[in-house]
């Protein structure tokens, strides 16, 4: 019955599929038979003159790519077949090893080892694994070739040039981009028709140092996997759909491959972009530096839809060279084009500025990520505490990493996770969610999320030293309820000394050998931000990690503090001086087990409960800073003890956040 089911089906499509292939000949007839409407004379094509231009330029495009390819890669690619492997799913396996690295020092782990770190898949979205139509056809591979290597071209000049193309504008080395000179020299890249009024442009450079080998980097760039790991706080899912090619003349040098991603701000009051595009990978046989480039699918896919918050990519991507003792040196440009609309009010001059997906915030988030990896296979080691094996410290560092990635995906709006705004305010910061747990690695039943942020006249290092350092901790009544905290592990993961893990000990005096609490903190700085980000965590379950047992089923259920540089207070009523060193935005996001049952319904009291909380602490880090900050409900100006309009006792909130906060499994919040 099945089998003939099938059949009908088939001769049903077979006969749809014959009448769209003669309605298409019928079309193509008709459009040959166009005469002019003027004068009745002979067929002619439509719009002729102008294909023709566009034709002869396109062609001048291309011969000049195809130059610049020659130069960059040693070969001209359309000059020779492309070897095109059929579609794959899967990560590239470009063979790295074919490349020596000049640099390779004795004890300097292997690209594999450097790598190895568990990732945590966020959940994927319906349409998400399937690429809606989006795979690269085998006609199309030619044309998305040519649009690589243009876009190669683009991107390597912007790394290389400098006045008109980019502009200094202050002594930091902040460059500008001169978007009249852009145009002049790419003008086939920016739709000036646009309105800025809807859209703005986005484009920023930075180059730095970073302690990995420029094989090693490559390879993370071309996994998605390991790509995520790099970037824990800026990718939030990716995932690559198709290798369009993995060889150019015959030489894996060149990769060119179809991915997806979504790019996340961590606060929910920033949309996350999401991201088709293109990667094109090539090596320099001159002087081995490599080009990764990133450019825009609706270049040439027609077929390709927007997501719903519009952001478009431009031709973007890194120039990596390999440098002494391991190192390399990696020049970054960013380049986008955004909507103005959808971002709060508090981040909208952080947004515009570029800080939040720029250039700068990339190379500085890899240089702290190649630190923590360097660290993870150190063997001279700076670490205190009783650890008793390399496997220990390693799997103590992985349950680190799940916990800030755990983190960074969940308070934001990555993976359609949509948010609630507690107050009518256009000025309020504070959101929550809930979300249903049944997998391991959390803890199961109703999670609830909130999220607030507040600007403060202080510079962000400052507030870092503040949130990090264990021994201020019980001025803030966060975690341990203001008992004393004791650090009993130190793993130094980065050259500052604020980049590392700790495992604390809570409430030393009461503890006794069957009640323990402990504390996984990991806290991380650089030029862009800073994070501090911790969970508690059974003593069974540090035991398991430190025998170097699988430790990736232990349920986390992290909490923390992401502070940004920012000078100027969103309001306008407050400035910090640049030579007290700025403010910061602070985004403080916190996490419960609202119920143990999964399919229960949050209520207006348990939101409320953690909104005094989140509250309360605001208020005790503003009182711990001494200064005056801008109130996330408000906007005005507010004290360290200010009164809680959201708590009916008039009192702060002080319920631990390791503990339940009860609901009701049939009331929800609207």
């Not at 004068?39 to 231009?53: A, K, V």
């Not at 480039?293 to 031709?315: A, C, G, M, N, V």
């Not at 190379?363 to 630190?371: D, I, K, M, S, T």
């Not at 503040?466 to 201020?472: A, F, H």
């Amino acid at each position: 019955m099945s089998a003939q089911q099938d059949r009908s089906e088939n001769a049903i499509l077979r006969n749809d599929n014959e009448n769209l292939r003669n309605e298409n000949s019928r079309l193509h007839t008709a459009l040959r038979m166009l005469v002019c409407s003027n004068c009745g004379g002979s067929p002619m094509p439509f719009d002729e003159q102008q294909l023709r231009m566009e034709n002869a330029r396109l062609k001048e495009e291309l011969d000049r790519a195809c130059l610049f390819a020659t130069q960059f890669c040693g070969s001209n690619p359309m000059q020779t077949q492309v070897n095109v492997p059929p579609m794959m799913t899967s990560n590239l396996g470009l063979d790295m090893n074919m490349y020596p690295n000049p640099y390779d020092q004795d004890g300097m782990p292997n690209c594999n080892e450097m790598m190895q770190i568990n990732p945590l898949m966020a959940p994927e979205a319906p349409n998400f694994a399937v690429a809606n139509g989006l795979i690269i056809m085998e006609n199309e591979k030619p044309l998305a070739l040519q649009y690589a290597l243009s876009s190669m071209d683009e991107v390597v000049k912007m790394c290389r040039l400098g006045e008109p193309l980019w502009t200094k504008v202050n002594d930091a080395g902040k460059e500008v981009l001169n978007l009249d000179e852009y145009v002049k020299m790419f003008p086939c890249t920016i739709n000036r028709k646009t309105d800025p009024n809807e859209l703005r442009y986005e484009a920023s450079r930075a180059s730095s140092v970073v302690i990995i080998n420029s094989i090693t980097l490559v390879d993370a760039f071309l996994d998605a996997d390991k790509w995520m790991e790099l970037f824990p706080s800026i990718i939030s899912r990716a995932k690559t759909l198709q290798v369009v090619t993995s060889t150019v003349n015959g030489v894996s040098n060149t990769s060119l491959q179809l991915m997806y991603a979504e790019l996340q701000m961590l606060s929910p009051l920033v949309p996350t972009r999401e991201i088709h595009f293109l990667r094109y990978c090539a090596r320099n046989p001159e002087d081995g530096s490599w080009a990764i480039i990133d450019f825009p699918l609706d270049s040439f896919h027609e077929t390709y839809q927007p997501s719903l918050t519009r952001y478009k990519r431009l031709p973007s991507g890194c120039i990596i060279q390999d440098m002494p003792n391991g190192y390399s040196r990696v020049t970054w440009v960013e380049h986008a084009e955004a909507e103005n609309d959808p971002v709060h009010g508090i981040f909208t001059d952080y947004v515009s500025s570029g800080m939040a997906f720029g250039a700068r915030r990339w190379l500085a988030v890899l240089q702290r990520q190649c630190e923590r990896l360097a660290s993870l296979m150190a063997r001279n080691r700076s670490e205190t505490g009783a650890i008793p094996s390399s496997e220990g410290r390693t799997n103590l560092m992985n349950v680190a990493q799940r916990m800030v990635r755990m983190f960074s995906l969940h308070i934001t709006g990555s993976c359609g996770q949509s948010w609630t705004a507690l107050s009518d305010s256009v000025e309020d910061t504070v959101r929550i969610t809930t979300r249903k747990v049944t997998e391991p690695g959390q803890p199961n039943g109703l999670i609830l999320t909130a999220v607030s942020t507040i600007w403060l006249p202080h510079p962000h290092y400052q507030v870092f030293d503040l949130l990090r350092d264990e021994r201020r901790r019980p001025q803030l009544n966060i975690i341990s309820n203001g008992s004393p905290l004791e650090e009993v592990v130190h793993i130094a993961n980065g050259s500052h000394p604020g980049n590392c893990i700790s495992l604390l000990r809570v409430n030393v005096a009461c503890n006794s050998s069957q009640n323990v609490e402990l504390v996984l903190q990991e806290s991380c700085t650089d030029d862009s931000g800073s994070l501090v980000v911790y969970s508690v965590v059974g003593v069974d379950a540090i035991k398991l990690t430190m025998s170097g047992e699988d430790p990736s089923r232990i349920p986390l259920l992290p909490l923390g503090f992401v502070i940004v540089p920012m000078e100027q207070n969103p309001n306008g009523n407050i400035t910090a001086s640049s030579e007290s060193g700025g403010g910061c935005l602070l985004t403080v996001g916190l996490q419960v087990v609202a119920n143990s049952m999964p399919t229960a319904k949050l209520n207006l009291s348990s939101a409320n409960t953690v909104n005094n909380h989140i509250q309360a602490t605001m208020q005790q880090i503003v009182g711990a800073l001494g200064g005056v900050a801008t109130n996330s409900n408000t906007g005005s100006a507010t004290r360290a003890g200010a009164y809680d309009s959201n708590n009916v006792d008039g009192e702060p909130s002080t319920t631990p956040l390791s503990k339940k906060v009860e609901s009701s499994p049939t009331s929800k919040v609207y």
